[in-house]
């Protein structure tokens, strides 16, 4: 799929630089308020950093990952998705 994330990199300890199948590239910002209830753990920076691409997705330990389609889409208009 077009929204399949074949890369990533952590930017800083909130942000995430990604490429998708067709190409597109932008950034993923977590605000601190978006890290409660699963996402609490990524408040860490190792444990934001060991995030990973699982089909397409990306995912941390303890099941916690982003629809890989919403954050295509938010990036394809804007450059960039923000996790408020």
Request: proline residues 6%; hydrophobic residues 45%; aromatic residues 10%.
């Amino acid at each position: 799929m077009e929204w399949d994330v074949v890369e990533v990199h952590t930017e800083s300890p909130l942000t995430l630089s990604v490429r998708f199948a067709d190409g597109t590239k932008g950034q993923v910002r977590f605000e601190q308020s978006h890290l409660t209830g699963v996402f609490a753990p990524l408040k860490d920076p190792d444990m934001f950093a060991r995030v990973r691409i699982d089909h397409g997705a990306l995912t941390w330990p303890g099941d916690v990952d982003l629809a890989p389609d919403a954050m295509y889409d938010a990036i394809k208009a804007h450059g960039e998705w923000v996790l408020r």
